[in-house]
């Protein structure tokens, strides 16, 4: 089964399910992560990426698929057929997890300890990764005496010093307030770099995900929707869920075709208007264009394949400028974004256009979709 | 600070209310007199002959190998029985019924277990007190680690198993360690109930093993005498040194 011989795959998920009772919490995912990777596992609540991080620790039982973690020679070892604590996977939790009766230096320590290690390596090593996180004058203390930032160091300094070959980290940053949590994302990213294990990251924020990771899987219902780096995402989402879920767009209802995508918005007459866009997917039927808001352009006269709308608000960042522009047929408004201050009036009449390879043409969901 | 002003009229009433018997009874047990309201000097002769009465000093020695059995085995298998519950059943019912013997009435438990003993033909002594109190106070131990178990992150087990624990390891160095001050708090609570525990030891003993509180019952039909006086404040004397102990006990285990 596996032809695909790359050496550079750590941790290969295939076809993994999970049900409880009717619900299913994973639907034959599969996915596969490499050496080095910062990977995200990026979702709404309930779509399943913390049962697989949980699946991967030795937390949750699959019912079925495999998950197998090749070593450094290309060996390949069942990590389902593994207890927790046999795994060389280690999670740092949510809520960290920090075992209260110990200070920061038993707690560090518990895991080498674990492993039989003589006395002077565990403490060499519980010393090297303090330095590391930089809490090496903390180390006497209990961890209720510590601050959220400095709970969630010892935390991943905990997980870090088993070198295990892979991390996992549940919602890492979720605990944390606004100012901490924009320092740890540098700082976990500056950490992965330098300890070289590969994480995989849970996370429901889109940012966090696209600020630190390589690459994302976005998940929703139990399933993948897509696996791919931050920009390809954002630029070329496979369907309406990451659309929607990354970053922020219009959608515009019409049919795609081989002659292209044709709307009914926008009353321009009858029998459709053809607008720009790109269909690399060769979706056919109903469909959906996505813009994004920096792709749309505003013009005072009609070109070919744009649209036309009426300004009805505009705001000014200082450096750019975001106008909202109704169109007719159009249920919601259009955002766009431009550098510079805003360059239409609001109650203006305005045309949009936008270049052909910025328009992602996706299946619009069909009836069973929008029962879910 | 706000003034309180006249509320600390009733704060001091309530006081006095609470601690003027407890005060007295102290100050009685060294009076030198024999009739025991009367103030005749300083003396510690009462307690000089509580330790040659030869029925205290046995009802004594009973009610220590009573209590501190029922304490042991009450804490071994009321900490067993909330980590079962909370941890693998989660069934408010059984709950309910693991934690009722400490609220059931000590004169209706007493019945019940007298009537056990006597269906199931054992004699009653020193055992049948000491499994009786073992009924309650293993619900008290329950009780007590059951809440603190409600206040522990239940991911600290997992968080064990993935750092390489087994579970001996992690039951002995993560859950018992972080349910300690729950355990202990739990132990001395049933060692002060046992120690002068009288309903259900006076249904369920022997006649040749009485408790001391069952020795003090019968001395106080004949009047109160100096000699108990000194015993009740030796007795006070113990309670206050282990609730006193166990909060110390508990702030250090904890991790506040």
Not at chain 1, 74 to 92: A, F, I, W
Not at chain 1, 283 to 288: C, K, S, T, W
Request: charged share 15%; hydrophobic share 45%.
């Amino acid at each position: 089964m596996n032809i695909k011989t790359d050496n550079n795959t750590l941790l290969r998920i295939d076809n993994v399910s999970k049900a409880y009772g009717t619900a299913r919490a994973l639907n034959g995912v599969s996915m596969e992560i490499n050496r080095n990777e910062f990977f995200a596992l990026l979702g709404p609540s309930g779509c399943g990426k913390t049962t697989l991080l949980r699946a991967i620790a030795g937390f949750e039982d699959p019912d079925s698929g495999s998950i197998t973690i090749s070593d450094e020679t290309g060996g390949e070892t069942d990590l389902l057929s593994l207890p927790p604590n046999k795994r060389p996977v280690n999670l740092m939790f949510q809520s960290y997890a920090l075992f209260p009766h110990m200070n920061v230096r038993k707690n560090i320590a518990y895991g080498l300890e674990r492993e039989k290690l003589s006395h002077s390596e565990i403490a060499a090593r519980v010393d090297e990764v303090l330095e590391t996180v930089g809490l090496t004058d903390k180390s006497k203390a209990r961890p209720a005496h510590l601050s959220g930032g400095q709970r969630q160091r010892v935390a991943l300094a905990r997980a870090i010093v088993k070198r295990p070959r892979l991390l996992l980290l549940d919602e890492p940053l979720s605990a944390l307030d606004r100012k901490v949590r924009a320092e740890m994302q540098l700082e976990l990213k500056r950490l992965q770099h330098e300890v070289g294990i590969t994480f995989v990251v849970v996370t429901h924020d889109q940012e966090e995900a696209m600020s630190m990771a390589d690459r994302i899987a976005v998940m929703d219902n139990g399933e993948v929707q897509q696996i791919a780096d931050p920009i390809t995402l954002y630029t070329r989402p496979n369907n309406i869920f990451v659309a929607d879920f990354i970053g922020k767009g219009t959608l515009i209802p019409g049919v795609a075709s081989p002659v292209g995508f044709t709307t009914q918005v926008g009353a321009l007459g009858t029998g459709g208007h053809l607008l720009p866009a790109n269909n690399p997917g060769n979706v056919h039927g109903a469909a959906v264009i996505m813009l994004r808001p920096e792709a749309v352009h505003l013009s005072r006269e009609h070109r070919s394949g744009s649209l036309p709308g009426l300004v009805v608000e505009t705001h000014f960042y200082g450096g750019s400028s975001v106008s909202t522009i109704t169109v007719p047929g159009l249920d919601h408004p259009v955002i766009t974004r431009r550098p510079g201050p805003p360059e239409h009036a609001v109650g203006e009449q305005v045309y949009l256009n936008w270049p052909a390879e910025d328009a992602i043409v996706l299946a619009a969901p069909t009836a069973q979709d929008q029962v879910n | 600070m706000p003034k309180i002003g006249w509320l600390r009229l009733p704060l001091t009433l309530t006081y006095l209310f609470l601690y003027t018997p407890i005060v007295v009874l102290v100050i009685m047990s060294f009076n030198a007199s024999k009739t025991p309201f009367v103030w005749k000097g300083f003396s510690t002769r009462w307690y000089t002959e509580l330790f040659q009465d030869d029925l205290i000093r046995q009802g004594f020695i009973n009610t220590m190998i009573v209590a501190v059995s029922a304490t042991i085995l009450a804490t071994i298998l009321g900490t067993l029985l909330a980590i079962g519950i909370s941890r693998y059943f989660r069934s408010a019912i059984l709950e309910a019924y693991a934690l009722a013997p400490a609220i059931i009435p000590d004169l209706a438990l007493a019945i019940g277990l007298l009537a056990f003993f006597s269906l199931m033909g054992v004699t009653l002594s020193l055992v049948s007190v000491l499994l009786s109190h073992v009924v309650f106070g293993m619900a008290f131990v329950a009780a007590v680690v059951i809440a603190r178990m409600g206040q522990t992150d239940s991911s600290l087990e997992e968080a064990s198993r993935d750092l390489g624990g087994n579970a001996l390891t992690t039951f002995f160095k993560i859950t018992l360690p972080s349910l300690a001050p729950g355990i202990i708090a739990g132990a001395l609570l049933v060692f002060t109930l046992s120690l002068d525990e009288f309903v259900v030891a006076y249904f369920t003993n022997g006649p040749a093993t009485p408790t001391l509180p069952i020795v003090i019952y019968s001395m106080v039909r004949f009047g109160v005498t100096p000699e108990i006086n000194a015993l009740a404040a030796l007795l006070l004397l113990v309670s206050f040194t282990f609730v006193i102990s166990a909060q110390r006990i508990t702030r250090l285990t904890d991790s506040v």
